[in-house]
């Protein structure tokens, strides 16, 4: 069975710091691996990850995949406020199965 | 409209009644999507609709659970006799093309409660 698992599930940071969030995977047939941030409701996209080691940016935000490991990393430096949500990690197949996401809270 | 819309954003229901859960697409998205979340779980996969094709119905968890999409546009979420466990927000995405591309668009979800 595909499974995608993410961690830590929560994180608790000051703002100022640096955080890595994980996914790793288990399925067959890999297409992609795809980040979302969710505030409130609606998932947003952030990243689409196809090739291991090529790096994805933007702005304070950036994510890498190892497609020989079976996983991707999301990096935030310089969190702030605003970076608080549930991160979702996703790998698309012949459908899209999402992980259980991990939480992030941003403090002051 | 610009985003995906879902209506209610709230739905509390009686256990055993039915429920139907309504999304409407970004404009000219071929492709739509249907999600549950419950707590503290990720997202689980339901039912994709593309184009004029057969739904993928793979991810329904019983056949209480059902969908339509009329005229390739708007759909609706049919649960009958609901029971408790189906409490989660449901989520409809679309994309403008099929196939689960790297970008699906979501809505802000239903939230239902059976009591």
């Known amino acids: 069975e595909d499974k995608v698992v993410q961690s830590p599930l929560s994180l608790v940071v000051h703002e100022g710091d640096t955080v890595t969030l994980n996914c790793s995977y288990e399925?067959?047939?890999?297409?992609?691996l795809l980040w979302y941030k969710q505030e409130k409701k609606a998932p947003t996209f952030l990243f689409m990850l196809?090739?291991?080691?090529i790096e994805k940016k933007s702005g304070r935000l950036s994510s890498i995949l190892d497609k020989k490991e079976l996983f991707s990393i999301l990096n935030i430096t310089a969190t702030q406020t605003g970076d608080s949500a549930v991160y979702l990690c996703?790998?698309?197949?012949?459908?899209?199965?999402f992980g259980t996401g991990t939480r992030l809270q941003v403090f002051p | 409209g610009a985003g995906v819309s879902q209506s209610p954003s709230n739905k509390v229901t009686e256990k055993g009644k039915d429920v139907e859960l309504r999304c409407d697409p970004i404009?000219?998205?071929?492709?739509l999507y249907w999600y549950r979340q419950s707590l503290g779980q990720g997202l689980e996969f339901l039912i994709y609709?593309?184009?004029?094709?057969?739904?993928?119905k793979s991810g329904l968890p019983s056949d209480r659970f059902s969908a339509e999409r009329t005229g390739g546009s708007v759909s609706t979420l049919t649960i009958q006799r609901t029971q408790q466990e189906d409490s989660a927000v449901y989520l409809c995405?679309?994309?403008?093309?099929?196939?689960?591309?790297?970008?699906?668009?979501f809505g802000e979800g239903s939230r239902l409660t059976v009591l």
């Open positions: 995405a679309s994309s403008i093309s099929g196939g689960f591309p790297g970008e699906l668009f």
């Open positions: 399925v067959t047939n890999f297409r992609s």
């Open positions: 196809t090739s291991s080691g």
């Open positions: 996703a790998v698309r197949t012949d459908k899209l199965i």
């Open positions: 404009s000219g998205h071929t492709a």
């Open positions: 609709f593309q184009g004029n094709s057969a739904p993928d």
